[in-house]
C-alpha cells in the first residue's frame, strides 16, 4: 500500500490517501477546521462524517443515488460518547467517570457491563447482573505481575518484563509457561512440561523459522514485499506460494505438486478459485462491491 499526507495542518501532515497495488484509492477529506468529513473510494463510494464543534455526530454511506445512515452518536455533558445508534448493530449506552473511565455500557439485546477501576484508571473488575464476565484484576507493580480472577474462582498470573511483555504465566493449575523475547519479537515459548519451542525471524521482522521441541524445522521464505512464498515442513515438504504483479495471491501449490489458483477482478475482488481436482468457486458482486 502507498500512504499519502498532504494535508498540512501546522508542524502535522494527515493521511490524505491510501493506493493499493490493484489501482483501488481512498481519498480523505478535512474541512477548514481540519476535521475528516469525508472519505471516497475509489469515486464509487463515499462515507460523510458529520460534527456538531469538534464531536462526530453522524456517518453516511453513499453510493450512486443510495444513502444510508450507518452511525448516529450523542455524548453526555462532559462530552464523553453517551450513546450510538449502528446500522448494522444495536443501540448502545456507555456512561463515565468524570476522569473519561466507562464504568457501565449497556444495549438493546440486554447486554450490561458494570466496569470498576483502581486509582491509576487500570480495571479491576467487570460485571453483569446476570453473572457473566465476573471478572477480577489484581496488580503488582513491584514485581510486575498482574493476577487474573475468572467467574469460576480460577486464578492466572501474567508476570512481565519492563517492556509490558508477558515473560512468564501461572494458570489456575499452578503450571508456569516461559516466554522470552528479542524486542517485540517472540524468541522462545517453553511450556510446563519444559519444553521449548524457539523462533527466527527476519531483520524485518518476518517469522522465517520454527524449531519444535523434537528438533523439526519448519522454514518460512518472502519476496521483497514481505509476502510468504516458501514453507518448507520439517520433512521437507514445500507448500509454495504465488502472487501477482499486484500482490494478489494466485496459486498454492502443495508438496505433492496439485495446485489451487484465484482469479481477481480488475480491482483484486475474487471472481473463481480453482481447486486441485478442477472444482471451482465463482464469486459475483452487486454494484457496490458488497
Known amino acids: 500500500q502507498i500512504l499519502s499526507f498532504a494535508e498540512v495542518q501546522g508542524d502535522k501532515r494527515r493521511l490524505s490517501r491510501i493506493e493499493d497495488r490493484n489501482g483501488n484509492q481512498t481519498v480523505f477529506h478535512y474541512d477548514e477546521r481540519h476535521r475528516l468529513t469525508r472519505l471516497t473510494h475509489a469515486d464509487t463510494t463515499t462515507l460523510l462524517l458529520?460534527?456538531?464543534?469538534?464531536?462526530?455526530?453522524?456517518?453516511?454511506?453513499?453510493?450512486?443515488?443510495?444513502?444510508?445512515?450507518?452511525?448516529?452518536?450523542?455524548?453526555?455533558?462532559?462530552?464523553?460518547?453517551a450513546e450510538c445508534d449502528?446500522?448494522?448493530?444495536?443501540?448502545?449506552?456507555?456512561?463515565?467517570?468524570?476522569?473519561?473511565?466507562?464504568?457501565?455500557?449497556?444495549?438493546t439485546d440486554k447486554t450490561d457491563v458494570a466496569i470498576h477501576y483502581d486509582n491509576a484508571g487500570r480495571v479491576t473488575a467487570t460485571t453483569t447482573p446476570q453473572g457473566?464476565?465476573?471478572?477480577?484484576?489484581?496488580?503488582?507493580?513491584?514485581?510486575?505481575?498482574?493476577?487474573?480472577?475468572?467467574?469460576?474462582?480460577g486464578c492466572t498470573r501474567y508476570h512481565y518484563n519492563a517492556d509490558g511483555l508477558v515473560t512468564r504465566k501461572i494458570d489456575p493449575l499452578g503450571h508456569a509457561s516461559l516466554t522470552d523475547w528479542d524486542f517485540s519479537c517472540k524468541v522462545a515459548e517453553t511450556d510446563p512440561l519444559g519444553r521449548t519451542t524457539a523462533y527466527e525471524y527476519s531483520p524485518y521482522g518476518e517469522l522465517t523459522g520454527?524449531?519444535?521441541?523434537?528438533g523439526d524445522s519448519t522454514v518460512y521464505d518472502y519476496n521483497?514485499?514481505?509476502?510468504?512464498?516458501?514453507?518448507?515442513?520439517?520433512?521437507?515438504?514445500?507448500?509454495?506460494?504465488?502472487?501477482?504483479?499486484?500482490?494478489?495471491?494466485?496459486?498454492?501449490?502443495?508438496?505433492?505438486?496439485?495446485?489451487?489458483e484465484t482469479r481477481y477482478g480488475p480491482q483484486g475482488e475474487i471472481l473463481r478459485q480453482v481447486l486441485p481436482d478442477g472444482r471451482a468457486w465463482r464469486y459475483g458482486y452487486e454494484q457496490q462491491q458488497l
Open 224 to 260: 521483497e514485499y514481505g509476502q510468504l512464498t516458501q514453507v518448507t515442513q520439517p520433512d521437507g515438504a514445500r507448500w509454495r506460494l504465488h502472487y501477482s504483479a499486484q500482490g494478489n495471491l494466485t496459486g498454492v501449490i502443495d508438496p505433492q505438486g496439485r495446485v489451487e
Open 210 to 214: 520454527v524449531l519444535s521441541p523434537t
Open 132 to 153: 457473566y464476565w465476573q471478572d477480577r484484576f489484581e496488580y503488582d507493580d513491584e514485581h510486575r505481575v498482574t493476577t487474573y480472577f475468572d467467574a469460576e474462582g
Open 50 to 81: 458529520h460534527y456538531e464543534q469538534q464531536q462526530l455526530t453522524a456517518i453516511d454511506w453513499l453510493h450512486a443515488e443510495q444513502r444510508q445512515r450507518l452511525a448516529t452518536c450523542r455524548y453526555d455533558n462532559q462530552g464523553y460518547l
Open 86 to 107: 449502528a446500522f448494522q448493530f444495536h443501540h448502545l449506552w456507555h456512561e463515565y467517570t468524570p476522569q473519561g473511565h466507562m464504568t457501565r455500557w449497556h444495549d
